[in-house]
């Protein structure tokens, strides 16, 4: 079974318009960490935003949100007012933890992605 | 400039030659990891090191080694490539634990195996 799952290979929006990337997981950990990573056709990866499981408020940073319901297994990535220069490929990820080593930071997996396209 | 440093960007190989690719940190990192991409198939893990001497296999280490010999430093070995190793390849390193654990990527190396 899939770690991550993203069920929407591509999406569309209008600039300026609000756009929700899916994207659920699979974990029996407790502690664990949620990311969304964007890669523009230039191919860097860039970090967008941070859920842990333990924490009760959605992460936010700017324009970006992740709506954390945990109960269904679920972090879908909200972008509000979108922009010509969002459209990209979208990734989820999860890092589970690495009990042997006393680490938070175990394997981390990512999702296949979503093509996000912003139109004028 | 707070980075990760990958080289080279672009490697066309034949079968079987080994070849080592480098990843290099500049922040104190302790946890480093390496990633393929495929088209459709997202990034997968290949390794991921704790710290100097700690390294463990992520979901696909077959075909690739790594070791991790200075805290800096991880590089990415493959012994014998094959075909199915052409691949982009993706170093990342992070702090661990709490807020610290955002993944800083390398630029990414092109690998063709002929």
């Known amino acids: 079974a899939q770690k991550i799952t993203q069920t929407q290979p591509g999406m569309f929006v209008q600039e300026k318009e609000a756009v929700t990337l899916d994207c659920t997981y699979d974990?029996?950990?407790?502690?664990?960490?949620l990311f969304w990573y964007k890669q523009p056709s230039s191919g860097e990866m860039i970090f967008l935003i941070y859920q842990g499981s333990y924490d009760e408020q959605n992460a936010t940073e700017g324009r970006y949100s992740l709506n954390f319901q945990k109960a269904r297994k679920s972090a879908n990535l909200v972008i509000s007012a979108s922009q010509l220069g969002d459209s990209a490929m979208y990734f989820c990820?999860?890092?589970?933890?690495?009990?042997?080593?006393?680490?938070?930071?175990?394997?981390?997996?990512f999702g296949r992605g979503t093509q996000l396209t912003v139109w004028p | 400039e707070a980075q990760v440093t990958q080289n080279p960007r672009y490697l066309i190989t034949v079968t079987g030659k080994k070849l080592t690719v480098t990843c290099s940190q500049n922040m104190n990192h302790e946890y480093m990891s390496w990633y393929r991409q495929d088209p459709g198939l997202g990034l997968r893990q290949i390794y991921y090191?704790?710290?100097?001497?700690?390294?463990d296999k992520g979901d696909v280490p077959e075909g690739y080694k790594v070791s991790r010999k200075e805290k800096r430093n991880f590089p990415l070995i493959l012994e014998s490539p094959s075909p199915n190793q052409t691949s982009l390849y993706f170093c990342?390193?992070?702090?661990?634990?709490?807020?610290?654990?955002?993944?800083?990527f390398g630029s990414g190396t092109q690998l063709s195996v002929l």
């Open positions: 990342a390193s992070s702090l661990v634990g709490g807020t610290g654990e955002k993944l800083f």
């Open positions: 090191s704790m710290n100097v001497e700690v390294t």
């Open positions: 974990t029996s950990d407790q502690s664990y960490g």
């Open positions: 990820a999860m890092r589970e933890p690495s009990p042997d080593r006393g680490s938070t930071l175990g394997r981390l997996y």
